[in-house]
């Protein structure tokens, strides 16, 4: 089984600042089967971001994603007032499908 | 547009069964991997089980592995999760869930409280 640990667990920032999350692989997420979700309250995840890099449909481009092998970073360029919220890597390489234990963006 | 509707949550004590159920429109179901998630209130995402198209594959968690059943009727466009000998660390918000990949699209979840 992957794990996947993220990193900070609560990231305290101001809208307009830049936010640079981290999600951390036990062993190496073959193809870049990686994906990044958001959850606000009460909502159910959505998809943000999946082959590592690429922006789900009608995803904003101040998301962004990078890494592969076992580091990848989610980094949003600009925070938005609607983009504080929980936000979720996943691998989704194989059985069983792993996710992080989460980040939450909150406002400074 | 995708829709996922779950529905059969509820109240049931320890070492019952429950069935859930998840209504899917919007998309080519009898061509879709599906899977359920679920979310203890407050808590992270713990992946359940998934079912390939056809249902030749289903893979459970370890935690579910011999007391929840995973199903589908193409013909309904339905996908089930058949939970036997509950306990209460079942107790969360189980979703319904999409796979094309990545889950790309998810429901809105029904709840299920195990509790004497």
């Known amino acids: 089984e992957i794990v996947l640990t993220q990193s900070p667990g609560t990231l305290s920032l101001s809208p307009g600042e830049r936010a640079t999350l981290s999600c951390r692989a036990s062993q190496t997420v073959s193809s870049s089967y990686l994906a990044w979700y958001q959850q606000k309250p009460g909502q159910a995840p959505r998809l943000l971001i999946y082959?590592?890099?690429s922006r789900a449909t009608g995803i904003a481009d101040r998301f962004s994603g990078s890494g592969s092998g076992t580091d990848f970073t989610l980094t949003i360029s600009g925070l938005e007032p609607e983009d504080f919220a929980v936000y979720y890597c996943?691998?989704?390489?194989?059985?069983?499908?792993?996710f992080g234990q989460g980040t939450k963006v909150e406002i400074k | 547009e995708v829709q996922l509707v779950e529905s059969g949550g509820g109240l049931v004590q320890p070492g019952r069964s429950l069935r859930l159920s998840c209504a899917a429109s919007?998309?080519?179901?009898?061509?879709?991997?599906m899977h359920w998630v679920r979310q203890v209130p407050g808590k992270g995402l713990e992946w359940v089980s998934g079912i390939s198209a056809g249902s030749s594959d289903t893979p459970y968690a370890d935690s579910v592995k011999g007391r929840f059943i995973i199903s589908r009727d193409n013909a309904k466009n339905s996908l089930y999760l058949q939970m036997n000998s509950l306990r209460v660390e079942d107790t969360a918000l189980y979703y319904c869930?999409?796979?094309?990949?990545?889950?790309?699209?998810w429901g809105q979840g029904t709840l299920v409280t195990v509790s004497s």
């Open positions: 919007g998309f080519n179901f009898d061509n879709s991997a």
């Open positions: 869930v999409r796979r094309s990949g990545p889950f790309d699209y």
């Open positions: 996943q691998q989704y390489g194989g059985s069983p499908w792993t």
């Open positions: 082959g590592a890099s």
